[in-house]
T-cell receptor, first 114, second 113 residues
Framework: AQSVTQLDSHVSVSEGTPVLLRCNYSSSYSPSLFWYVQHPNKGLQLLLKYTSAATLVKGINGFEAEFKKSETSFHLTKPSAHMSDAAEYFCVVSDLDYGQNFVFGPGTRLSVLP | KAGVTQTPRYLIKTRGQQVTLSCSPISGHRSVSWYQQTPGQGLQFLFEYFSETQRNKGNFPGRFSGRQFSNSRSEMNVSTLELGDSALYLC????????????FGQGTRLTVV
């Protein structure tokens, strides 16, 4: 069975400093992995996805994630935080051979301090 | 290109009633999935429809059901509502599911009183 662990429920950074949101997954197969962001009272927006191509994945708004199979990790990073990055971030795994059955992590709330 | 549209945005229902939520996917998308989001349980997968067939199902009771029409629009129904069904229900559409990008609607906020 698939599962996702997000190691921090809340991360607080200062504007202009790096962001690291940690994600570990468990999957029986070669998974597809995603990071989604949810701003207050908004739907979910895809930041980036990994689907067995390059292990370093670049996404929108300067975010990146690196897939490390040996560590079963898919941590999200950004070199310099912006106030607009404050939101809830979800790591997601999907490893069906067909169809969609996203398993979401519990989420990490990112606060950006001025 | 229009996004995923969910209606209604807000609903208040009484325990024991039933409710139907609607989702219109992005044009051309054939996969529609439903998720429940609550503070306690987070985001949980309900089911996925592809070409009018339920392809995958999460671990929810039979009170939760859905269907998909030939135009890919989808509805989910919850019968005999319980207080614990209060949640944000999110719909996502994608071309074919799995590793293709899923686009989420803004959700329907259901409150059961």
């Amino acid at each position: 069975a698939q599962s996702v662990t997000q190691l921090d429920s809340h991360v607080s950074v200062s504007e202009g400093t790096p962001v690291l949101l940690r994600c570990n997954y468990s999957s029986s197969y070669s998974p597809s992995l995603f990071w989604y962001v949810q701003h207050p009272n908004k739907g979910l927006q895809l930041l980036l996805k990994y689907t067995s191509a390059a292990t370093l994945v670049k996404g929108i708004n300067g975010f990146e994630a690196e897939f490390k199979k040996s560590e079963t990790s898919f941590h999200l990073t950004k070199p310099s935080a912006h106030m607009s990055d404050a939101a809830e971030y979800f790591c997601v795994v999907s490893d069906l051979d067909y169809g969609q059955n996203f398993v979401f992590g519990p989420g990490t709330r990112l606060s950006v301090l001025p | 290109k229009a996004g995923v549209t969910q209606t209604p945005r807000y609903l208040i229902k009484t325990r024991g009633q039933q409710v139907t939520l609607s989702c219109s996917p992005i044009s051309g998308h054939r996969s529609v999935s439903w998720y429940q989001q609550t503070p306690g349980q987070g985001l949980q997968f309900l089911f996925e429809y592809f070409s009018e067939t339920q392809r995958n199902k999460g671990n929810f009771p039979g009170r939760f059901s859905g269907r998909q029409f030939s135009n890919s629009r989808s509805e989910m129904n919850v019968s005999t509502l319980e207080l614990g069904d209060s949640a944000l229900y999110l719909c996502a559409s994608s071309l074919r599911g799995f590793d293709t990008e899923a686009f989420f609607g803004q959700g329907t906020r259901l409150t059961v009183v």
